[in-house]
């Protein structure tokens, strides 16, 4: 499922290269760029984590491919990423349908954000920092998961506001 997945989305989205890194347990997918060309990776903890659906992970690879082909606001640490907020609209929007009509495959949003925050209940609450969370909160509406489930679930994601500093 996973390998008709990054097909789809290859055909989907030239120019971004899309890969799994099956070497590391880290539960997490990142957009980056690299020697000139675009890159969104899935980590194997998440793309093997036994709670993630086929609807996550299309949510996380239209959240990844957002940072790259959204418009607006960028991260301040690489002014070639969108921010978090403009890449979760860019995925339940025009990623979306650009996904659905180039491929046919389409996305249960309600199914992927359920299995992701089942996911983000399973992990060790001590792995992350809330000295961290409390600051990226503060920032972007999207630094906290429930804050940018409930967003996303109504629908009602604002516009971006202030700096972006992080990524997911």
């Known amino acids: 499922m996973l390998d008709v997945l990054l097909c789809q989305f ?45 609807d996550a992970l299309v949510f996380t690879l239209l ?17 070639g990423l969108a921010c978090d907020c403009l890449a979760d609209k860019w995925a339940v929007g025009a990623g979306a349908r650009a996904l659905r009509r180039r491929t046919g495959r389409s996305m249960n949003l309600l199914s992927a954000l359920d299995s992701l925050d089942g996911t983000v209940a399973s992990i060790d609450a001590d792995a992350a ?24 679930r109504n629908g009602n994601a604002p516009a971006p506001t202030g700096p972006c500093y992080y990524s997911c």
């Open 129 to 152: 920092a809330p000295s961290r969370r409390s600051h990226r909160s503060r920032d972007c509406w999207a630094g906290l998961w429930p804050a940018r489930k409930s967003r996303l």
């Open 10 to 54: 290859r055909a989907a989205f030239a120019g971004i290269q899309y890969e799994v890194d099956t070497q590391t347990r880290i539960v997490n997918a990142q957009a980056f760029h690299a020697g000139g060309c675009r890159f969104v990776r899935v980590y194997g903890g998440l793309a093997f984590h036994p709670l993630v659906s086929e």
């Open 63 to 79: 959240h990844e491919t957002g940072h790259h082909r959204a418009r607006g606001r960028r991260f301040a640490g690489d002014p």
